[in-house]
């Protein structure tokens, strides 16, 4: 039997010519599309950053290649013998591991030199190129507390009753918070990191801070490890859409953006934590 176009298709016989214009049509758009993204990932101005991590901020174009040299020094730390590493690692292990997230605080005062040592020890974390890409903005004023507070009490309510959602709400339920922070008023310091989406230079230049976001995230790492081994409990509260915010009460530059803001003291005397077990090693350990 001969085939026909009409008699099997009759939408295709009667309209080809359009179709086969849309198809076309299609084709090109997509064509197009695709060229426009190879060029804008060519293009991306952090070419450092994992495709997976979005960025907020752009990045400048690098200055000009400076030929910069550094002195170099011996580095000879202690030497330990392989049972006093195993000692070490694990009663570090054992004193980290009795860190929790706080969210009582007494207002009993605490020493700030033990808070500025810690951020020092933040400050001790590697970063790209070594340009130490944080700002720790250490609040000890009342008014800038309470300023802080409302800030963050203004967009944690629109968070919790419009922009998290139902579900995001319902898994927080184990944790009980919700939109109000007394704690923000409550603590002797909040310590606030910033992290430097770019440098400027003294002469106002701008240079590129290269892997800033993990450069951060581990001095914040090393922040809360050294608050917990000073007996100082904490909270590593990021509060949404609060950034410029903060950024500007704090007087912060454009190139700095919110990481974390920490309340630092005590636990309040009748503070409880949620009964949380933390994963055993074979769960998040994988020999090869
Ligand atoms: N930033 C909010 C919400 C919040 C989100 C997560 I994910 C938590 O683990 C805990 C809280 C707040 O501080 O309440």
Redesign the pocket.
């Known amino acids: 039997m001969a085939f026909s176009l009409g008699s099997h298709f009759p939408f295709l016989a009667a309209y080809w010519q359009p179709v086969l214009l849309a198809a076309l049509a299609a084709a090109v758009v997509h064509l197009l599309l695709e060229r426009r993204r190879a060029r804008t990932a060519a293009a991306r101005p952090a070419p450092w950053r994992d495709e997976s991590v979005s960025e907020s901020a752009v990045d400048p174009a690098p200055p000009p290649p400076a030929e910069k040299t550094a002195a170099r020094v011996p580095y000879r730390p202690a030497r330990l013998g392989a049972d006093e590493m195993v000692r070490r690692a694990e009663q570090f292990y054992r004193e980290l591991n009795g860190r929790r997230?706080v969210r009582h605080f007494s207002r009993e005062p605490v020493p700030r030199a033990a808070v500025e040592a810690a951020i020092r020890a933040a400050g001790t974390a590697p970063s790209g190129a070594h340009t130490e890409p944080w700002t720790f903005v250490l609040v000890e004023s009342a008014e800038v507390k309470a300023a802080v507070r409302q800030i963050?009490e203004d967009e944690?309510r629109v968070?919790?009753e419009k922009r998290?959602g139902a579900q995001?709400v319902q898994?927080?339920a184990p944790?009980g918070?919700?939109?109000r922070?007394e704690y923000l008023t409550e603590v002797p310091f909040l310590v606030l990191a910033f992290r430097h989406a770019y440098g400027v230079d003294e002469r106002g230049e701008r240079f590129t801070t290269y892997y800033n976001e993990i450069s951060c995230h581990l001095a914040c790492g090393l922040l809360l490890a050294a608050l917990h081994q000073a007996g100082l409990a904490t909270?590593t509260?990021?509060?949404?859409n609060c950034g410029p915010r903060l950024r500007r009460l704090l007087a912060r530059p454009d190139n700095e953006k919110l990481v974390l803001l920490l309340p630092v003291g005590l636990p309040a005397a009748d503070c409880t934590v949620p009964d949380f077990r933390r994963k055993p090693l074979d769960k998040i350990m994988a020999v090869c």
Do not use: A, R
């Open positions: 997230s963050v944690e968070n919790y998290m995001w898994d927080l944790i918070t919700d939109w922070k909270l509260s990021t509060p949404l």
